[in-house]
């Protein structure tokens, strides 16, 4: 197994090009080096972004790279699942308006919520969750860690077991947007 994901490491994609590996490398080397950095761990940083540079900027080791890093990754199960939730929300006729890697808000008329997306949930997400959004909320996760503390106005949708668990919808629209989500 490795011990760390080199792309991840140089903040690029694994279909960057030696120019964005180099550039990438450039910037971060600049901001770690042990002789502009006066952080404890500025050096051994540094010793990883020149073994991931040496990798990424040399094509065979590069394709060795990739060979194994494909064979040991896990296969991330939460991702698409949350891409099509995502992706049949969109489509229920409400007006997005406001969106992230994380979250929607979707709008109708007066209707408002904020739809969260989240691999995991447990109860330190839940409280910053019930923190920073005052309106109706709604958390779509894949796994979630039990019991859990439930606000007075999330809903949670475990994506897995097609269940909600908190309160009611505030009304049948609301009932309607999530429907596709929800055994009945």
């Avoid at 010793?47 to 094509?59: F, G, I, K, R, T």
């Avoid at 995991?120 to 019991?147: H, W």
């Avoid at 999330?154 to 668990?165: A, E, K, W």
Wanted: hydrophobic share 45%; aromatic share 10%; net charge neutral.
């Amino acid at each position: 197994m490795m011990a760390c994901d080199y792309y991840q490491l140089l903040q690029i994609t694994s279909a960057a090009t030696f120019d964005e590996v180099h550039k990438a490398y450039r910037s971060l080397a600049l901001q770690y080096h042990p002789d502009r950095n006066p952080k404890p761990d500025a050096a051994a940083t540094m010793v990883l972004l020149n073994e991931a540079y040496a990798v990424l900027s040399e094509p065979s080791r590069r394709r060795e790279y990739d060979a194994t890093r494909l064979k040991t990754e896990p296969f991330d199960v939460a991702g698409p699942i949350l891409r099509a939730a995502y992706d049949t929300l969109l489509k229920q006729g409400w007006t997005v308006a406001e969106a992230n890697a994380s979250s929607v808000i979707l709008e109708q008329g007066q209707r408002v919520v904020r739809v969260i997306f989240t691999a995991r949930l447990d109860n330190v997400l839940m409280k910053k969750i019930g923190r920073q959004f005052a309106g109706f909320c709604v958390v779509m996760a894949v796994e979630i860690e039990t019991p859990i503390n439930l606000a007075f106005h999330t809903v949670v949708i475990d994506l897995m077991r097609s269940s909600q668990t908190g309160p009611p919808f505030p009304d049948d629209c609301y009932r309607h947007l999530f429907a596709p989500f929800i055994s009945l």
